[in-house]
Protein backbone atom coordinates (compact mmCIF):
# COMPACT_ATOMS: atom_id res chain seq x y z
CA UNK A 1 0.00 0.00 0.00
CA UNK A 2 1.14 3.59 -0.75
CA UNK A 3 2.06 5.62 2.00
CA UNK A 4 2.43 9.50 2.64
CA UNK A 5 4.29 11.62 4.92
CA UNK A 6 2.88 14.86 7.03
CA UNK A 7 -1.42 15.03 6.80
CA UNK A 8 -3.52 17.88 7.24
CA UNK A 9 -4.04 17.77 10.77
CA UNK A 10 -1.88 21.08 11.77
CA UNK A 11 0.24 19.83 15.56
CA UNK A 12 -0.17 16.93 15.52
CA UNK A 13 1.76 13.61 15.66
CA UNK A 14 1.35 11.50 12.91
CA UNK A 15 1.64 7.88 13.66
CA UNK A 16 0.74 6.36 9.95
CA UNK A 17 -0.76 8.27 6.57
CA UNK A 18 -1.61 5.66 4.27
CA UNK A 19 -3.65 6.06 0.81
CA UNK A 20 -5.32 2.43 0.80
CA UNK A 21 -6.11 1.65 -2.31
CA UNK A 22 -9.43 1.07 -3.91
CA UNK A 23 -10.60 -2.45 -3.07
CA UNK A 24 -8.01 -2.63 -0.36
CA UNK A 25 -8.03 -3.81 3.38
CA UNK A 26 -6.17 -2.27 5.91
CA UNK A 27 -5.24 -2.24 10.00
CA UNK A 28 -3.55 -0.67 12.25
CA UNK A 29 -2.47 -0.69 16.07
CA UNK A 30 -4.09 3.06 17.98
CA UNK A 31 -3.24 3.78 21.82
CA UNK A 32 -6.38 5.02 23.90
CA UNK A 33 -6.34 8.35 23.38
CA UNK A 34 -5.28 8.81 19.73
CA UNK A 35 -7.32 9.17 17.02
CA UNK A 36 -8.07 7.62 13.22
CA UNK A 37 -8.64 10.18 10.52
CA UNK A 38 -10.89 8.23 7.47
CA UNK A 39 -10.94 10.32 4.54
CA UNK A 40 -13.14 10.03 1.53
CA UNK A 41 -10.28 11.12 -0.93
CA UNK A 42 -13.04 11.14 -4.22
CA UNK A 43 -16.65 10.97 -2.69
CA UNK A 44 -19.23 8.25 -2.47
CA UNK A 45 -16.83 5.50 -1.22
CA UNK A 46 -18.13 3.34 1.62
CA UNK A 47 -15.62 2.49 4.09
CA UNK A 48 -16.26 -1.13 6.28
CA UNK A 49 -14.83 -0.82 9.30
CA UNK A 50 -14.31 -2.93 12.39
CA UNK A 51 -12.67 -2.63 16.12
CA UNK A 52 -11.37 -5.15 18.51
CA UNK A 53 -10.21 -4.47 21.80
CA UNK A 54 -6.26 -4.98 21.92
CA UNK A 55 -5.77 -6.51 25.09
CA UNK A 56 -8.97 -8.73 24.57
CA UNK A 57 -9.82 -9.48 21.11
CA UNK A 58 -13.07 -11.21 21.72
CA UNK A 59 -14.60 -8.14 23.09
CA UNK A 60 -15.28 -6.34 19.55
CA UNK A 61 -17.31 -3.85 18.26
CA UNK A 62 -21.10 -4.69 18.25
CA UNK A 63 -23.61 -3.00 16.46
CA UNK A 64 -26.84 -3.75 18.13
CA UNK A 65 -25.17 -2.40 21.16
CA UNK A 66 -24.02 0.51 19.08
CA UNK A 67 -27.05 1.07 18.25
CA UNK A 68 -29.28 0.85 21.37
CA UNK A 69 -26.97 2.92 23.44
CA UNK A 70 -26.76 5.47 20.39
CA UNK A 71 -30.58 5.33 20.12
CA UNK A 72 -29.99 5.46 16.13
CA UNK A 73 -29.31 3.19 13.35
CA UNK A 74 -27.04 6.09 11.70
CA UNK A 75 -23.43 7.23 13.40
CA UNK A 76 -22.45 10.91 13.67
CA UNK A 77 -20.54 13.50 15.31
CA UNK A 78 -21.13 12.77 19.51
CA UNK A 79 -21.57 9.15 18.61
CA UNK A 80 -20.23 5.98 20.26
CA UNK A 81 -18.72 2.79 18.83
CA UNK A 82 -19.60 0.52 22.00
CA UNK A 83 -18.45 -3.33 21.98
CA UNK A 84 -19.75 -6.58 22.99
CA UNK A 85 -19.16 -5.68 26.43
CA UNK A 86 -20.77 -2.80 26.50
CA UNK A 87 -17.26 -0.92 26.85
CA UNK A 88 -16.80 2.36 24.75
CA UNK A 89 -14.39 1.71 22.09
CA UNK A 90 -14.47 4.77 19.87
CA UNK A 91 -16.23 8.00 19.91
CA UNK A 92 -16.76 10.08 16.46
CA UNK A 93 -15.37 13.50 17.19
CA UNK A 94 -15.48 15.18 13.86
CA UNK A 95 -17.45 14.14 10.66
CA UNK A 96 -17.75 16.48 7.86
CA UNK A 97 -20.57 13.45 6.20
CA UNK A 98 -23.11 12.15 8.42
CA UNK A 99 -25.13 9.26 8.64
CA UNK A 100 -23.03 6.32 8.50
CA UNK A 101 -25.00 2.33 8.44
CA UNK A 102 -24.78 0.42 11.34
CA UNK A 103 -27.32 -2.51 9.23
CA UNK A 104 -26.17 -3.18 6.01
CA UNK A 105 -23.14 -5.04 7.25
CA UNK A 106 -20.40 -6.16 4.29
CA UNK A 107 -20.33 -7.43 1.03
CA UNK A 108 -19.30 -11.50 0.20
CA UNK A 109 -18.37 -13.29 -2.93
CA UNK A 110 -20.90 -15.58 -1.78
CA UNK A 111 -24.00 -13.10 -0.94
CA UNK A 112 -23.22 -11.40 -3.75
CA UNK A 113 -23.69 -14.33 -6.11
CA UNK A 114 -27.04 -14.68 -4.42
CA UNK A 115 -27.99 -11.08 -5.19
CA UNK A 116 -25.86 -10.20 -8.66
CA UNK A 117 -25.49 -13.81 -10.07
CA UNK A 118 -22.18 -12.90 -10.16
CA UNK A 119 -18.79 -14.79 -9.50
CA UNK A 120 -16.03 -12.66 -7.54
CA UNK A 121 -12.98 -12.93 -6.49
CA UNK A 122 -13.29 -10.54 -3.24
CA UNK A 123 -15.62 -8.68 -1.45
CA UNK A 124 -15.21 -6.67 1.95
CA UNK A 125 -15.73 -10.20 3.93
CA UNK A 126 -12.85 -11.81 2.53
CA UNK A 127 -10.84 -8.48 2.65
CA UNK A 128 -11.36 -8.66 6.48
CA UNK A 129 -10.41 -12.29 7.51
CA UNK A 130 -7.14 -11.55 5.23
CA UNK A 131 -6.51 -8.65 7.10
CA UNK A 132 -7.77 -10.01 10.76
CA UNK A 133 -5.15 -13.16 9.65
CA UNK A 134 -2.14 -10.59 9.99
CA UNK A 135 -3.31 -10.32 13.77
CA UNK A 136 -4.07 -13.96 14.27
CA UNK A 137 -7.90 -13.90 13.81
CA UNK A 138 -10.32 -15.07 11.31
CA UNK A 139 -13.57 -15.88 10.66
CA UNK A 140 -14.41 -16.28 13.61
CA UNK A 141 -13.82 -13.41 15.00
CA UNK A 142 -16.07 -11.13 12.54
CA UNK A 143 -19.45 -9.22 13.52
CA UNK A 144 -21.86 -6.67 11.52
CA UNK A 145 -19.47 -3.77 10.65
CA UNK A 146 -19.67 -0.42 10.11
CA UNK A 147 -20.16 1.01 7.16
CA UNK A 148 -18.53 4.59 6.94
CA UNK A 149 -19.68 7.28 3.89
CA UNK A 150 -22.34 4.57 3.03
CA UNK A 151 -26.04 5.83 2.99
CA UNK A 152 -28.91 3.19 3.96
CA UNK A 153 -31.95 4.64 4.09
CA UNK A 154 -35.19 2.90 5.60
CA UNK A 155 -38.54 3.38 4.26
CA UNK A 156 -41.96 3.93 6.52
CA UNK A 157 -42.39 -0.11 5.72
CA UNK A 158 -38.90 -0.68 7.19
CA UNK A 159 -37.53 -1.31 3.86
CA UNK A 160 -33.79 -0.92 3.46
CA UNK A 161 -31.39 -0.50 0.73
CA UNK A 162 -27.96 1.01 0.16
CA UNK A 163 -28.60 4.48 -1.74
CA UNK A 164 -25.96 7.00 -3.15
CA UNK A 165 -23.36 8.21 -1.19
CA UNK A 166 -23.96 11.47 0.44
CA UNK A 167 -20.37 11.82 0.78
CA UNK A 168 -17.90 14.13 -1.23
CA UNK A 169 -14.40 14.39 -2.15
CA UNK A 170 -12.83 15.12 1.34
CA UNK A 171 -15.52 14.49 3.13
CA UNK A 172 -13.52 12.64 6.46
CA UNK A 173 -14.38 11.03 9.95
CA UNK A 174 -12.34 11.46 13.32
CA UNK A 175 -12.37 8.77 15.65
CA UNK A 176 -11.07 8.57 19.31
CA UNK A 177 -9.75 5.57 20.75
CA UNK A 178 -11.56 4.76 24.04
CA UNK A 179 -9.00 1.90 24.72
CA UNK A 180 -6.26 0.14 22.82
CA UNK A 181 -7.56 -1.08 20.12
CA UNK A 182 -7.15 -3.12 16.84
CA UNK A 183 -8.69 -1.48 13.41
CA UNK A 184 -9.32 -3.11 10.59
CA UNK A 185 -11.01 -1.66 7.26
CA UNK A 186 -12.14 -2.93 4.08
CA UNK A 187 -12.21 -0.01 1.46
CA UNK A 188 -14.90 -1.29 -0.50
CA UNK A 189 -14.36 -2.99 -3.88
CA UNK A 190 -18.05 -3.15 -4.48
CA UNK A 191 -19.29 -2.17 -8.28
CA UNK A 192 -23.04 -3.32 -8.65
CA UNK A 193 -24.88 -1.42 -5.79
CA UNK A 194 -23.80 2.44 -5.13
CA UNK A 195 -22.11 1.54 -1.99
CA UNK A 196 -18.66 2.15 -3.56
CA UNK A 197 -20.56 4.86 -6.33
CA UNK A 198 -20.08 2.27 -9.21
CA UNK A 199 -16.17 2.23 -9.42
CA UNK A 200 -14.11 1.83 -5.59
CA UNK A 201 -11.80 4.66 -5.06
CA UNK A 202 -8.87 4.95 -2.80
CA UNK A 203 -8.99 6.05 0.87
CA UNK A 204 -6.61 7.77 3.37
CA UNK A 205 -6.38 6.53 6.72
CA UNK A 206 -4.43 8.82 9.40
CA UNK A 207 -3.34 8.02 12.90
CA UNK A 208 -2.16 11.00 15.03
CA UNK A 209 -2.19 12.19 18.38
CA UNK A 210 -3.99 15.23 18.58
CA UNK A 211 -1.77 18.66 19.28
Not at 66 to 87: D, M, P, Q
Not at 165 to 170: I, R, Y
Amino acid sequence: MASATGGPIPGAAIHEDTVVPAGEPWSARIQKGDRLRLIDLEGRQAVDFLCYNAADPADRYNAANTIKLNNNIYLGEGCVLWSLRARKMMTIVEDTCGSHDTLYGCCSIEIDEVRFGKTKTRGCQSNFEAELAKHGLGEKDMAANVNFFMFVPVAADGAVAIAEGLSKAGDYVDLRAEMDLLVVISNCPERDNPAAGGEPTPVRAIVYTPR
